[in-house]
């Protein structure tokens, strides 16, 4: 059974950092594409950033580049998105998704981990 | 910047026909863009419907069905169920990112 399970949000005050992970399980992690994806409270889902199976290739929204960096470890089944100087408009739940095979998307996701902005 | 939109709302009866699209403010939606669509419940973590245009996941009932419509992506769902009561949104691949739409909510009536 395919599972990811986020974890890593948190309140933090506006300018300030947090590591999100997203650990997965049921499949061969080193073979797909992974995505985060966020929902700010009452809103619609963003995509946020992907990376490929080795973290060769990296893809950014533009409203986080330069602030965001996805990452992987295939060792430990992991992906992570390291956020630095977050600003109030970065709030929202995060989600871990798993890519399709062989084309652009995703198909299985985590529930999510909440990363509140506020001082 | 490329902007998707979807319907914000739609209703449909218990049974019938609805067919949501999702266009690109950059041009004619293609199979290049592999749309996805993806069903939102309150409360709920998205779940995938469609990918790639027309392929259906393991687990997307028989009734949702995803195509290109003029130059649009759409997603139809046929014989609409009560659970079928939801926010879906469709997802577009541009040169390496990816773009969802602001969601349509669909009401089953």
């Known amino acids: 059974e395919v599972q990811l399970v986020e974890s890593g949000g948190g309140l933090v005050q506006p300018g300030g950092s947090l590591r999100l992970s997203c650990e997965a399980s049921?499949?061969?992690?080193?073979?797909?594409?992974m995505s985060w994806v966020r929902q700010a409270p009452g809103k619609g889902l963003e995509w946020v950033a992907n990376?490929?199976?080795?973290?060769?290739?990296?893809y950014y929204v533009d409203s986080v580049k330069g602030r965001f960096t996805i990452s992987r470890d295939n060792a430990r089944n992991s992906l992570y998105l390291q956020v630095n100087s977050l600003k109030a408009e970065d709030a929202a739940v995060y989600y871990c998704?798993?890519?399709?095979?062989?084309?652009?998307?995703?198909?299985?996701w985590g529930q999510g981990t909440l990363v509140t902005v506020s001082s | 910047q490329t902007v998707v939109t979807q319907e914000p709302s739609l209703t449909v009866s218990p049974g019938g026909t609805v067919t949501l699209t999702c266009a690109s403010t950059t041009g004619a939606v293609t199979s290049g863009n592999y749309p996805n669509w993806f069903q939102q419940k309150p409360g709920q973590a998205p779940r995938a419907l469609i990918y790639n245009t027309n392929n259906k996941h393991s687990w997307t009932p028989a009734r949702f069905s995803g195509s290109l419509l003029g130059d649009r992506a759409a997603l139809t769902l046929s014989g609409v169920q009560p659970e079928d009561e939801a926010d879906y949104y469709c997802l577009l691949h541009s040169d390496g990112v990816q773009i969802f739409g602001g969601g349509t909510k669909l009401t089953v009536l």
């Open positions: 049921g499949f061969t992690f080193n073979t797909y594409w």
């Open positions: 998704a798993r890519g399709t095979v062989a084309s652009p998307g995703t198909d299985y």
């Open positions: 990376i490929n199976q080795d973290g060769s290739e990296k």
